[in-house]
């Protein structure tokens, strides 16, 4: 680590010398000064593991070229104590073995747990400290990694400075508010003497609650906080950071709040790295359980600005804690989440119970060979079963024949167990349906009509969900995204119901049918004004046919917009009158 801390510092002092040289490009000097554009810097593999003895520490060193964050999750076989730390605070650390002061404690005697972080410019030093009284073993699970920020353009863009103080007596509060043009970060730490709740909330909201001194509703909460951080995703808007002591009692402990760390207003670089780091998920999870999963989806080509498109999935949770995707893209992106793959493909994953991807052995999910070509428009069947000891995962498009299959040990599971309490487990597993699609920025935009058709009769209760991330790394790790939104309905829906929140729809069907998106792409079978009216009126409740000339007609003559269809008609009539004229003038 020393070889690598001087091998930067002799680099950095060269290039401070090459900018001083006359004549050097201006265009150099700003991209040495503007490096934090670049991209997720890794500054650790994930597998990276340390031995600690007692009371002995590991450290990492790195530079910070710009405001960043730190993302990198971690785990143990017994307590560490995680610190992030400045130069000068490290070098206090050194001297007395303790600190006096740190900018961010990811946490304390914990066996697993995670950044995000928030970093200025300058030294920095991740410091992994054992102390207990046995010795214990420390790895990372994800890649440490530090990404790019800037600052809001907002003036000031600090909302509380670091160093502000609070006294709290029993049932008093504080509060900030602050306004925003955009969406927007807040980012910060703070520290309470005794118990303190922490919200963020919104006009309506702030004046419930200063209307009765509760919070029923809140925007984001950070919990009730002895030494936390901050980390809330906000849209435009007129918002207000409260903090209280929600004990009411006679005599109760007075909470001293100090702010540890500047909250401060922070935007995500956004269209520097050229990288899908927004994931968006739209999906439905089955309250019952099945032995096996089989769905038709249609192969629908739709891709965003930056030609990033979805996967429809079918996903299984097994008995036994094993989660089971398969499905079909368009336009996936790759490992690296700065391309894709340009059609469509046949994809699929398999994660361990706890949380780590296993299948495909390397990780990050795979692409299944098909025998065949799928085109815009084919019925495609996903399915998901048991045999022989292991679930087979397979995808069959009815219209060209193309097939293939992948298969992965059930490891003594018989069954898809559904959730009757709630959206997922506690690794955001589920049994059910879902359209996913990155981007490269946040997306609030409704996506084309995607159907999921059962195969067979499926009558199982189901929640309804919708959320998008933030990932700090490209596995997208639970503990390692932050959440735009999330929302799920607030009981399991048993149909017909639409659910729509921030510009994602989905919606179940009494069937057993699930939609996501809003625009419409559902095609028509057969062909005259009957059918065309039959699906107008039943659509009507589920679909906005706001641009009807997106509308497609599947018909015995092929597919067509509406668009298309109208000259083709145009052009039949005309051919009928000139026929008849014709008839007419011989006789």
């Known amino acids: 680590m020393l070889r690598r801390r001087n091998s930067v510092v002799m680099l950095s002092f060269s290039l401070v010398i090459f900018t001083l040289l006359s004549g050097l490009p201006h265009a150099l000097a700003h991209t040495a000064r503007n490096m934090q554009v670049t991209g997720p ?127 709290l007596g029993p049932g008093q509060y504080i509060y900030q508010g602050f306004s925003s043009t955009s969406s927007f970060f807040v980012l910060g730490s703070f520290a309470a003497s005794s118990e303190a709740a922490a919200y963020i909330l919104d006009s309506a909201e702030y004046s419930i609650f200063t209307a009765n001194n509760t919070v029923s509703s809140y925007y984001c909460a950070t919990g009730t906080v002895s030494d936390g951080s901050v980390d809330c995703w906000l849209g435009a808007g007129n918002w207000y950071l409260v903090i209280q002591d929600p004990s009411e009692l006679a005599g109760a402990q007075s909470s001293v709040v100090d702010v540890t760390g500047d909250i401060t207003l922070t935007s995500l670089a956004s269209g520097t790295s050229n990288q899908a780091s927004y994931d968006e998920q739209m999906g439905l999870t089955f309250v019952d359980n099945f032995t096996s999963l089989a769905y038709e989806v249609t192969a629908i080509p739709q891709a965003d600005a930056d030609g990033f498109g979805p996967d429809y999935l079918l996903n299984g949770l097994s008995n036994t804690g094993y989660w089971y995707q398969v499905g079909l893209a368009y336009n996936w992106d790759t490992e690296t989440r700065t391309s894709y793959t340009q059609g469509f493909q046949a994809t699929y994953e398999v994660f361990s119970p706890s949380g780590i991807s296993v299948f495909p052995v390397a990780g990050g999910g795979g692409s299944l060979a098909l025998s065949g070509p799928i085109y815009q428009n084919d019925r495609v069947l996903l399915g998901m079963f048991f045999s022989e000891g292991d679930v087979v995962l397979s995808v069959d498009d009815a219209t060209t024949g193309a097939y293939s ?183």
């Open 41 to 167: 810097v890794t500054l650790e593999p994930s597998g990276t593991t340390w031995s600690l003895t007692p009371e002995s520490y590991q450290y990492l060193w790195f530079t910070a070229y710009g405001p960043s964050l730190l993302s990198g999750q971690f785990k143990s076989d017994g307590g560490v104590t995680v610190f992030v730390a400045t130069a000068s605070e490290f070098s206090s650390f050194e001297s007395s073995g303790s600190f006096e002061s740190h900018t961010c404690l990811v946490g304390q005697d914990i066996v697993s747990g995670g950044f995000p972080c928030e970093l200025h410019a300058g030294d920095w030093y991740v410091i992994f400290l054992n102390d207990q009284n046995a010795d214990v073993h420390v790895s990372l699970t994800s890649d440490l990694a530090m990404y790019p920020v800037y600052f809001a353009p907002q003036s000031p863009y600090v909302i509380i400075k670091k160093g502000t103080s609070w006294t």
């Open 405 to 587: 299959s992948k298969s992965f040990s059930a490891y003594g599971a018989s069954i898809f167990v559904g959730n009757p309490v709630s959206s997922s487990d506690n690794n955001g597993f589920f049994t059910g349906l879902m359209t996913e699609w990155y981007h490269e920025a946040p997306y609030y935009q409704n996506e084309l009509v995607e159907t999921f058709s059962p195969h067979g009769s499926v009558n199982s209760p189901a929640w309804l969900w919708a959320d998008e991330y933030f990932c700090l790394n490209t596995s997208c790790d639970r503990d390692a995204r932050i959440s735009l939104f999330n929302n799920v309905t607030d009981y399991e829906m048993n149909g017909p119901y639409s659910f729509a929140t921030d510009g994602a729809t989905v919606q179940y069907l009494q069937d057993g049918t699930f939609l996501t998106g809003g625009a419409p792409t559902v095609p028509i079978i057969g062909f005259g004004t009957a059918s065309i009216q039959s699906l107008v009126s039943s659509s009507a409740s589920q679909t906005n046919f706001a641009n009807e000339s997106s509308l497609r007609i599947s018909t015995p003559l092929g597919t067509f917009s509406v668009s298309e269809l109208l000259p083709i008609v145009g052009v039949v009539v005309l051919a009928i009158i000139i026929i008849i004229g014709r008839r007419r003038q011989d006789k």
